[in-house]
Nanobody
Framework: QVQPVESGGGLVQPGGSLRLSCTAS????????MGWYRQAPGKQRELVATIAPFGNTNYADSVKGRFTISRDNAKNTAYLQMNSLKPEDTAVYYCCFGGTLYNPTDAYWGQGTQVTVSS
């Protein structure tokens, strides 16, 4: 079964940084959109950032200028560099491979990694 696996979550103080990674085996995702979504307690899952196979990106307004999504097609891996973290960034972060830049239709989902921003 193909399933992306996230890593890199954890506890960080406000203003700090974290880098999330997501990789998958068993399938080549070079021509898939790769993306990061998040879900905070009591809220719906929301798009954070997505990246197309050749580099076009889409970011939520709330993370523009602070988060950067990138990918390494040779490694089937997506990254999310998160800087200037805020308490409201606290959520479970999910990666997904597939869908579009704006919608994760029929995507492969990871199981999520917790990011907690707190002093």
């Amino acid at each position: 079964q193909v399933q992306p696996v996230e890593s890199g979550g954890g506890l960080v103080q406000p203003g700090g940084s974290l880098r999330l990674s997501c990789t998958a085996s068993g399938h080549t995702f070079s021509f898939y959109v790769m993306g990061w979504y998040r879900q905070a307690p009591g809220k719906q899952r929301e798009l954070v950032a997505t990246i197309a196979p050749f580099g076009n990106t889409n970011y939520a307004d709330s993370v523009k200028g602070r988060f950067t999504i990138s990918r390494d097609n040779a490694k089937n891996t997506a990254y999310l560099q998160m800087n200037s973290l805020k308490p409201e960034d606290t959520a479970v972060y999910y990666c997904c491979f597939g869908g579009t830049l704006y919608n994760p239709t029929d995507a492969y989902w990871g199981q999520g990694t917790q990011v907690t921003v707190s002093s």
